[in-house]
C-alpha cells in the first residue's frame, strides 16, 4: 500500500473548529472553565452540533485562533498535506472576538506561522439558517480578503430548509470577483438538492454530494459540468449519513467519472487525520494505487494553491504513478 504521508496531497474540506486537536480542545476548556466537546459517537445530528458549537465557544480570543491555525497547519505538514482549504463563518462569532477581519487575520497569520505563506487558504463561509443579510457581510468580507489568504466562499447549514436558490445571488458575485464556490449539498438532504445547488449556485465544488447516487441523473450532471465532490467518508459514517465506510459510495462515484477528492471534515470528532483517512478508505474499499493517486492528484488539481505548489505536487505524484 502507498505510504500516505509521502503522498503530497490538499485538504479542501475542512472546518476550522472542528480541526483543532483533542489537547487543545481540553486545554482551552480548562482555560475557560467550560466542558470539553464530546468526541462522540452522536446519536443524533442535534448533539452533533452542540458539541461543534462547544468547540467554537471554547475559542475565547484571536490568540487562540492565531495558535489553533498554527498547530493545524503543523499537524497538516506532518500528514503530508501540501495544501489546506479551511472553512470558516467569522459571523458565527457574533463579535464576542472583535470585528470579522480581525479574526480572518488571525487565522491566516497561524497559518503562515505554521506552514509557511503557500500552505492553506481560508474559505469565508455562509450559515444558511441565518439571516441573508449577514450572507452578506461574509461576501464582502471574502471579497475584501480574495487573493491575500481567502480563496473561496462556502455555503453550511440545514439545507432541506434553506434552499440553495436564496444564496444564488451571492455565489454569483462570489465567483464575479473570483472566489472559488464551495457550497454543501447532499449530505443533510437528498440528491435533489445537489442538483439544485449545480444549477443555481455555478459552484466548482460540492462539499460531501453523498447522497448523490440516489439519482442517477443527478451523478450524470456532476459528470458533466465537472463539479468536483469535497467528500468526508469518515465524517459520514460518524454522522449517520452511510451506515458503515464500506457502503459509501465515494469508490462508486470515481469509477464513474465524478471528481471526488478525500477529505476529513471535523478531525477533532473522528480522531482521524487525512493521511489516515486515506489509509482507511484505501482498505475498506480495496482501492488500487493507481485510484490512491488519483484522488491526490484531482485534490490537487482542483484546489487553489500557488502554481509552484500545484507543479511540484503534481510531479511528485508523476513519480508515485511511475512507480
Not at 485534490?299 to 511511475?322: T, Y
Amino acid at each position: 500500500m502507498i505510504d500516505t504521508v509521502a503522498l503530497p496531497k490538499a485538504e479542501l474540506h475542512l472546518h476550522f473548529e472542528a480541526a483543532m486537536s483533542r489537547s487543545s480542545a481540553a486545554a482551552l476548556a480548562d482555560k475557560y472553565g467550560m466542558p470539553e466537546p464530546a468526541p462522540g459517537p452522536f446519536e443524533n445530528l442535534a448533539e452533533f452540533v452542540e458539541a461543534y458549537e462547544l468547540a467554537r465557544d471554547v475559542i475565547g480570543s484571536l490568540d487562540d485562533l492565531r495558535d489553533l491555525a498554527e498547530d493545524l497547519a503543523r499537524r497538516q505538514q506532518a500528514a503530508g498535506v501540501v495544501w489546506t482549504e479551511i472553512h470558516c463563518i467569522p459571523a458565527t462569532y457574533s463579535g464576542r472576538l472583535g470585528p470579522a477581519d480581525d479574526l480572518v487575520e488571525a487565522i491566516l497569520d497561524g497559518l503562515r506561522a505554521g506552514g509557511g505563506a503557500d500552505s492553506a487558504g481560508l474559505v469565508v463561509g455562509v450559515n444558511r439558517g441565518r439571516p441573508l443579510a449577514e450572507g452578506e457581510q461574509m461576501l464582502d468580507l471574502a471579497i475584501r480578503w480574495a487573493g491575500c489568504g481567502v480563496v473561496a466562499f462556502g455555503l453550511a447549514g440545514d439545507e432541506a430548509n434553506h434552499p440553495a436558490s436564496r444564496f444564488a445571488d451571492l455565489f454569483q458575485r462570489a465567483a464575479t470577483h473570483g472566489l472559488v464556490t464551495v457550497p454543501h449539498a447532499g449530505e443533510g438532504a437528498g440528491a435533489c438538492h445537489v442538483r439544485e445547488t449545480i444549477d443555481e449556485l455555478g459552484p466548482h465544488r460540492i462539499c460531501h454530494g453523498v447522497r448523490s447516487p440516489e439519482d442517477s441523473s443527478v451523478v450524470d450532471q456532476l459528470v458533466e459540468a465537472d463539479v468536483c465532490l469535497d467528500m468526508a467518508p469518515l465524517s459520514n459514517v460518524l454522522l449517520q449519513v452511510v451506515p458503515d465506510l464500506e457502503h459509501h459510495p465515494l469508490p462508486a462515484l470515481l469509477r464513474r467519472g465524478v471528481p471526488v477528492t478525500l477529505n476529513t471534515d471535523i478531525p477533532l470528532f473522528t480522531g482521524v487525520p487525512l493521511d489516515e483517512e486515506y489509509e482507511r478508505c484505501t482498505l475498506a474499499w480495496g482501492l488500487s494505487d493507481a485510484e490512491v493517486v488519483a484522488l491526490a492528484r484531482t485534490s490537487i488539481q482542483r484546489s487553489s494553491c500557488p502554481d509552484h505548489v500545484r507543479a511540484a505536487a503534481l510531479a511528485e505524484l508523476a513519480r508515485h504513478s511511475a512507480g
